[in-house]
């Protein structure tokens, strides 16, 4: 069994700096990891693409919402990935989930449970 774990999320101002992280880990199994992606999902709004890094070759793409101001990267010894984010603005406020795609073409997928980003002075 494949566990993806969020963590880093909290109260920031505006203007500030937050870092999540997502980590993939399983017991007793191998995996190959494809890609992972960030989502977002704001109250009373649909989740949304925020960024996304692949494995081989490393990569990325962003939301336009979001370009120049986050940074995904990766630690691969770790199964870890990385969402700096920079420059927060009040619309930046939802619950930051990581979704993992495993496998050769990604088709097994996996999500974390949320980390809770609120932007607010």
């Known amino acids: 069994q494949v566990q993806v774990v969020e963590s880093g999320g909290g109260l920031v101002q505006p203007g500030g700096s937050l870092k999540l992280s997502c980590t993939c880990a399983?017991?007793?199994?191998?995996?190959?990891?494809?890609?992972i992606n960030w989502y977002r999902q704001a109250p009373g709004k649909e989740r949304e693409f925020v960024a996304a890094?692949?494995?081989?070759?490393?990569?990325?793409n962003y939301a336009d919402s979001v370009k120049g101001r986050f940074t995904i990267s990766r630690v691969n010894a770790n199964n870890t990935v990385y969402l700096q984010m920079d420059s927060l603005k009040s619309e930046d406020t939802a619950v930051y989930y990581c979704?993992?795609?495993?496998?050769?073409?990604?088709?097994?997928?996996?999500w974390g449970q949320g980390t809770q980003v609120t932007v607010s002075s």
């Open positions: 890094i692949r494995w081989n070759g490393g990569s990325i």
């Open positions: 399983a017991s007793g199994s191998i995996f190959s990891i494809y890609a």
């Open positions: 979704r993992a795609r495993l496998g050769t073409y990604g088709l097994s997928q996996y």
